[in-house]
C-alpha cells in the first residue's frame, strides 16, 4: 500500500490502467497468499467478513488510490468500475480451484492412498464402537465446490436449452465455471448495493467495465470521472449532505443546489466550452455522458478547464499550459 501511495495520486502518478495492474500483479497476491488453503474456513463456506476485515480495510484503500475516489464513494461501485472482485468472493474463488485442481493431481491422490492404508492398519478392533469421522476443512471445501459447480453446470445447461448460452457448449473447465460463478455472485452484491440509487455509476451496464470508460484518461481525468460518476465530489450539495460546517447548497449561480448535473448540464458559470464538449460527445443527457467512453473523455476533458475545485489546480494550469512548455529540457550545468 506504501508503494502504491508513492507512486499513484489524485492528480498525479500511473495511469488507472497501470495502477489496477500494480494491484492485481504485486499488492493483491501478497496478501493473499496461500488464500486457496487458508480461505475455505471450517466448513468450506468461506471465511466470515470480520475475519478478513484487515484484507477487505486494505483492498478499499487501494481501490481509492486507483480511481482518486473519496473516502465516502462505495465500495461496490469501485469494485465494479476497477474490475477487482471483493475479497470474500476472489479468495473463496482461489479455495474452490485449488481444491478442485488438487483432487485431479496424481500426488494428491498418492497422498490421500497412503493416509487410508494407515489409517487401515491403525483401525480398531470390533469391539470398540467405531466412530464416524468428520470431514477435514480440505473435504468439506471439496464438498461445496462440487455442489456448486453442479449447480452452475445445472444453469449452464438450462440457458443452452432456452438457447440464452454464450460461447462453447459441453461441460466447462474448472476456470470457467469458476469465472462465471464467482461473477454471478459479485453482480447480485453489485445490484443490491445500487438498488434505488440513481447516480451515474449505478445506471452503467454490468459488462461495461472501468478500463473500456477510463482508457485514455489522464490521472486527473480518472479521478474526475470517479467523482462525477459517484457524485462523492467536493461540491456544495454534498458537503452540506456530508456535514461540512459553514457550507451552504447553493450553487454560486443561485440555483437551490450545486450537484454535478447542474455544473455539467445547465450552471451559466461554466458554460464556456460546453458547445464544443456536447459535439465532441455526440449527446448532452447527462447519465449517456457518463456512461459511455466517449461522453466521458469529453466531459473530464472540459470539467478540468473549469475553475471547479480547487483539488485539480494543478493539474488544470498543467493542462492548460501550451504542449512545448510541458517538454522536456535539459539541465544547464554548474560553472565549475
Given at each position: 500500500?506504501?508503494a502504491l501511495s508513492?507512486l ?7 495511469t488507472f490502467a497501470r495502477a ?5 500483479a ?12 487458508w480461505?475455505g474456513g471450517?466448513?468450506g463456506?468461506g471465511l466470515?467478513?470480520?475475519t478478513l476485515?484487515p484484507?477487505i480495510t486494505l ?6 488510490r486507483?480511481t482518486g ?5 462505495p465500495v461496490a461501485?469501485?469494485e465494479k468500475d476497477t ?8 479468495t473463496?474463488a482461489q479455495a ?10 496424481t500426488a494428491?491422490?498418492a497422498?490421500?492412498q ?7 492398519q491403525?483401525?480398531p478392533?470390533r ?5 464416524r469421522a ?6 468439506a471445501?471439496?464438498?461445496?465446490a462440487?455442489?456448486a ?10 440457458r443452452q436449452?432456452a438457447g440464452?448460452?454464450e ?7 474448472t476456470?470457467?465455471?469458476?469465472e ?18 440513481t447516480?451515474p ?5 454490468w ?7 477510463f482508457?485514455?484518461?489522464t490521472?486527473p481525468?480518472?479521478t474526475?470521472?470517479?467523482l462525477l460518476r459517484t457524485?462523492?465530489?467536493?461540491l456544495n450539495?454534498f458537503?452540506?449532505r456530508?456535514?461540512?460546517?459553514n457550507v451552504?447548497?447553493a450553487?454560486p449561480?443561485r ?9 455539467v448540464?445547465?450552471c ?6 460546453r ?6 460527445a455526440g449527446?448532452?443527457?447527462?447519465v449517456?455522458?457518463?456512461t ?6 469529453a466531459?473530464t476533458?472540459?470539467?478540468l ?5 480547487q ?14 512548455a510541458?517538454t522536456?529540457?535539459?539541465?544547464t550545468p554548474l560553472?565549475k
Open positions: 500500500m506504501e508513492r499513484v495520486g489524485s492528480t498525479w502518478g500511473l489496477r495492474t500494480l494491484y492485481t504485486v499488492i493483491r497476491p501478497t496478501i493473499t497468499h496461500a488464500c486457496g488453503i480461505a471450517k466448513k463456506e466470515q467478513e470480520r476485515r484484507l483492498q478499499n484503500k487501494c481501490l481509492r486507483i475516489a473519496y473516502k465516502r464513494t461501485a469501485l474490475n477487482i472482485p471483493p475479497i470474500q468472493l476472489y473463496r474452490y480451484k485449488y481444491t478442485l485442481n488438487s483432487d485431479q493431481s494428491e491422490a497422498i490421500r497412503l493416509c487410508e492404508q494407515i489409517g487401515h491403525n483401525r478392533s469391539r470398540r464402537r467405531q466412530q468428520r470431514p477435514t476443512p480440505q473435504e471445501l471439496a464438498a461445496q462440487g455442489k459447480r453442479a449447480k452452475e453446470d445445472r444453469e449452464e445447461n438450462q436449452a440464452r448460452s460461447g462453447r457448449t459441453g461441460r466447462r473447465g476456470n470457467d465455471w469458476l462465471s460463478w464467482h461473477r454471478k455472485l459479485w453482480r447480485e452484491r453489485w445490484e443490491k448495493a445500487g438498488r434505488g440509487k447516480e455509476t449505478w445506471c452503467t451496464l459488462e461495461t467495465w472501468g478500463k473500456q470508460l482508457d485514455g484518461l490521472r481525468e480518472c474526475i470521472a470517479t457524485e462523492v465530489i467536493g450539495a458537503l452540506v456530508v456535514g461540512v460546517p451552504q447548497p450553487c449561480c440555483a437551490a443546489r450545486q450537484t454535478p448535473k447542474r455544473v448540464v445547465s451559466p458559470n461554466h458554460s464556456q466550452g458547445p464544443e464538449r456536447q459535439l465532441e449527446t448532452t443527457d447527462y449517456e455522458l457518463l459511455t467512453q466517449q461522453g466521458l473523455k466531459v476533458k472540459w470539467f478547464r473549469q475553475d471547479i475545485l483539488q485539480f489546480k494543478w493539474a488544470r494550469e498543467t493542462a492548460l499550459r501550451p504542449a512545448h510541458r522536456w529540457r535539459e539541465l560553472p
